[in-house]
């Protein structure tokens, strides 16, 4: 673990899971998930900033201009009436709560008129529940079958544990999504998805299904990170690399990745909206890609 103050105050657009991403409050993770794309950029360890007033201060200050200028184009799919930032895009700020200001941080997003924090997490940080955001702090629990997730990401909490928090956490005060990510293309993707999304429909009490909404991510692997993975696991690597099902593709931010080939994902993408409607139509996708 390594402490030091963050340089960049850089505030991105994002659009999908939130309107912008925040300046990162830590890079890295303690996980060790085959498909990380963290790890790509931070193979080992975590490093934490200690300059949380500054990203606070940037984070009111964007926010502010962007309502005063007339720019929080609002309600959008992001939320209804918040500019959401995502203050976890470069860690898993929920397992690392101890190492962070947590309560300052989200004393700062309850308390503000525009800003909204939103965090994935694949475990459950039951230490929150100790703090009611007023539903000014969103989560998204992430959700995969647990026979893939055994195997992607073994470290992770059990994704009926998952779900089960999704009732707890909107009764403590946060706003909760299902972030369904990375999908993964495998012989029988179709039935393993089915008993999830069943599972989903049981788990989640009906009288909170209407403020449960959904983000779908197909997987986006890298050539580096598949030679890293044979070494750690290569049965394991076959299910994320698979050459004929991909093609590179340069992301937003110019770094070359692996997609799945754009006429497959459209076709698998249809099958998957198709799927999870015949089962949880109440879950609506904000967005899929």
Not at 226 to 236: G, M, R, V, Y
Not at 257 to 272: A, P, V, W
């Amino acid at each position: 673990m390594e402490r030091r103050d963050l340089k960049s105050l850089l505030i991105k657009p994002s659009g999908r899971s939130s309107d912008y991403i925040a300046p990162s409050f830590a890079t890295g993770c303690i996980l060790e998930c085959l498909y990380c794309y963290m790890k790509r950029n931070t193979p080992k360890g975590v490093t934490f900033y200690n300059n949380v007033d500054e990203i606070l201060l940037a984070i009111d200050k964007h926010s502010k201009a962007l309502k005063n200028l007339g720019l929080n184009d609002k309600p959008n799919q992001t939320d209804e009436k918040y500019i959401t930032y995502d203050i976890s895009c470069n860690e898993d700020f929920a397992l690392h709560l101890p190492n962070h200001e947590w309560e300052k941080i989200f004393t700062f997003f309850k308390q503000h008129r525009v800003a909204k924090a939103t965090l994935a997490t694949k475990i459950i940080p039951k230490k929150l529940l100790s703090f009611n955001p007023k539903g000014k702090v969103r989560i998204r629990f992430s959700l995969m079958p647990q026979r893939l997730s055994d195997i992607l990401e073994p470290k992770s909490a059990l994704i009926v544990e998952r779900i089960k928090a999704i009732n707890t956490f909107i009764e403590a005060g946060y706003d909760v999504h299902i972030n369904f990510s990375p999908v993964v293309l495998y012989n029988g993707w179709e039935f393993d998805y089915a008993g999830l999304f069943r599972l989903v429909n049981i788990i989640v009490e009906d009288k909170y299904k209407d403020r449960v909404k959904a983000e779908v991510i197909f997987l986006t692997h890298n050539t580096e990170k598949h030679f890293t993975n044979l070494t750690i696991d290569a049965k394991a690597e076959q299910l994320l690399y698979v050459p004929h099902l991909q093609e590179e593709k340069v992301s937003q931010y110019g770094g070359v990745n692996l997609r799945y080939k754009s006429h497959i994902k459209q076709i698998e993408i249809e099958k998957f909206k198709e799927l999870h409607d015949s089962i949880i139509k109440w879950n609506t996708i904000r967005y899929i890609f």
